[in-house]
């Protein structure tokens, strides 16, 4: 169980939530919903215990799994294999297994060769006297069923992308959670920040199901609707405009429905007090002329001001970040050229001989499954990071715009002011104060430490500067993650009316849709193909 008692989360001056009581227990499994910005992030965060309330406690009683937007790997050296079963504590014990074995295999010695076989014995009791081999073959099935095969599982974390660390790290806290093996932890409570993010259409139906058949408590925050619709069974709505978090104890589509009825009444409500309480003051005013019916015209005045006062409050409109992309600088027929690309991690080729040709305007989607090397190529593309053979090729006139999924491109110790001043130096400050205000950055926010943003937060702050930009080539890495569903549209739609260049990488087909794509490049082979509406149905495969 969790429970947090008075609390009060701050983000600035700004109240993001006010005297609350919350309790999580067994069987619970919430929606934290909300728009981008209201605080679901730090709320989370805090119920985790991995910061800090500006007032109240949260105590825990039960063990936690927590994926934060952006996880923390730990030591980048050891294999993605052994950080999952750290959760369990049997990373160590593998290891040591491992190295009796071959100890085992290459002494000569008699008497050496002995020594190991009884320390292999050890470890093999200790391993399987805590479920060791039943909870190897759990971890194996969860990595799988998230799209980690082996020769991932193998690799250094150092070597992954960053979704596939994420996904590492979400392989964990479900097999720390999981009932297999001695020791499982059913009643485990998750939290989760957006746990589809990364995952491929077959690893997102399979994560439903994993947290539907959860016996232990989960909150999570999510944008994927299917995904809520069939696991929770409460909702909890942080309302940024009031900092107040409304409980439903209900399923998400009854939710839905309760929400639309409420709403529906308060309006017909107010509409009614209004025009009740407009009569009651022209009658008022009427009154007010006539020095002997001055008391009753207050009195009247008064009564008009007090029905509309005990009115429960409508919803504000949430505000919508308006986004869209600039005209592109001019630049030649080709801006951006790339011959023979090849990029390996270690022994593992990741693709090798990738070719393109990026003339001006064109719509490029680079599809391929996950640890293709989809990310990697934008990064080469980008300059972030080198090849290990070929090269980039900037034509005439070329300006870059990059969007990373990781968000790589903000300085997370700088301010949202000082993020935006620096990546677009040559723009007046009055400027860049109107466009961080149109992506709902304005006063204080300006002066936030970009890391204390919500994942939805860094999103619109890194369009934000795509927008500065003027660039005629545009990577785009995943630039529909972490957003709410009305900050979305604004994306895909400022990707309909973009006349400049465009390379896509997405799990998000609606995202495809908007950008009407004329190419597509299929990794690891590098293969170029026309884009054809059969393409589509690998767009959440890959």
């Not at 071959?102 to 399987?128: C, H, P, Q, W």
């Not at 099935?141 to 082996?150: F, P, T």
């Not at 801006?335 to 001989?353: Q, R």
């Not at 895909?492 to 896509?504: H, K, M």
């Amino acid at each position: 169980m969790i429970t947090a008692s008075n609390l009060e989360l701050r983000a600035g001056s700004r109240i993001l939530l006010a005297d609350t009581t919350l309790r999580i227990q067994q069987g619970d499994r919430i929606g934290l919903v909300g728009r981008n910005g209201a605080g679901k992030t730090t709320t989370l965060k805090v119920l985790a215990g991995e910061g800090e309330p500006y007032t109240g406690e949260v105590r825990h009683g039960s063990d936690l799994g927590y994926l934060p937007q952006d996880p923390r790997e730990g030591d980048l050296s050891v294999s993605a294999k052994d950080r999952v079963l750290s959760a369990r504590g049997l990373d160590v014990l593998v290891r040591d297994m491992e190295k009796a074995q071959t100890a085992m295999s290459e002494l000569v010695d008699d008497a050496a060769r002995d020594k190991a076989i009884n320390r292999y014995g050890r470890l093999e009791e200790r391993f399987s006297s805590l479920g060791g081999y039943a909870a190897e073959s759990e971890a194996a099935r969860i990595c799988a069923n998230l799209g980690l095969a082996d020769r991932i599982l193998a690799q250094p974390m150092g070597t992954l992308s960053g979704g596939q660390r994420r996904r590492v790290e979400l392989a964990r806290i479900l097999f720390a959670a999981s009932e297999a093996g001695a020791g499982g932890k059913s009643d485990t409570i998750l939290l989760l920040d957006e746990p589809t993010n990364h995952l491929d259409a077959d690893s997102i139906t399979w994560l439903r199901g994993f947290l539907k058949s959860h016996e232990g408590g989960l909150v999570v925050i999510s944008h994927d609707v299917e995904l809520l619709g069939e696991v929770v069974n409460k909702v909890w709505f942080l309302d940024a405009t009031r900092g107040e978090l409304d409980h439903y104890n209900m399923s998400w589509q009854r939710y839905l429905d309760a929400r639309a009825t409420d709403e529906k009444r308060r309006r017909r409500e107010r509409a009614n007090a209004e025009k009740k309480a407009s009569a009651l003051h022209q009658q008022a005013a009427k009154l007010g002329a006539k020095a002997t019916k001055a008391v009753a015209a207050k009195n009247m005045a008064r009564r008009a001001d007090q029905m509309l006062a005990d009115l429960d409050d409508t919803r504000q409109a949430d505000r919508v970040a308006k986004i869209k992309f600039p005209a592109p600088a001019s630049c030649g027929k080709t801006p951006l050229t790339a011959e023979g690309l090849s990029k390996s991690y270690g022994s593992l080729e990741i693709f090798t001989g990738v070719d393109l040709a990026i003339d001006r305007g064109s719509k490029v989607v680079v599809l391929g499954l996950n640890g293709a090397g989809k990310t990697t190529l934008l990064r080469l593309l980008g300059g972030m990071e080198p090849a290990d053979t070929g090269s980039v090729v900037p034509g005439h006139g070329l300006r870059l715009g990059y969007y990373a999924q990781e968000h790589e491109t903000l300085d997370h110790d700088a301010t949202v002011w000082e993020n935006i001043r620096h990546l677009s130096p040559d723009t007046g400050a009055q400027e860049l104060r109107n466009l961080l205000g149109s992506f709902l950055f304005t006063g204080e926010q300006l002066e936030q430490p970009t890391g204390t943003l919500s994942g939805g937060e860094k999103t619109r702050l890194a369009l934000a500067s795509l927008v500065s930009s003027a660039a005629n080539v545009l990577l785009l890495d995943e630039p529909t993650n972490n957003l709410d569903p009305a900050s979305r549209e604004q994306v895909l739609d400022a990707l309909r009316s973009f006349d400049g260049a465009v390379v896509l990488v997405t799990h998000d087909p609606g995202a495809v849709e908007a950008l009407e794509p004329e190419r597509v490049i299929l990794l690891p082979d590098g293969t170029e193909d026309h884009w054809s509406a059969d393409y589509l149905d690998l767009v959440q495969l890959a």
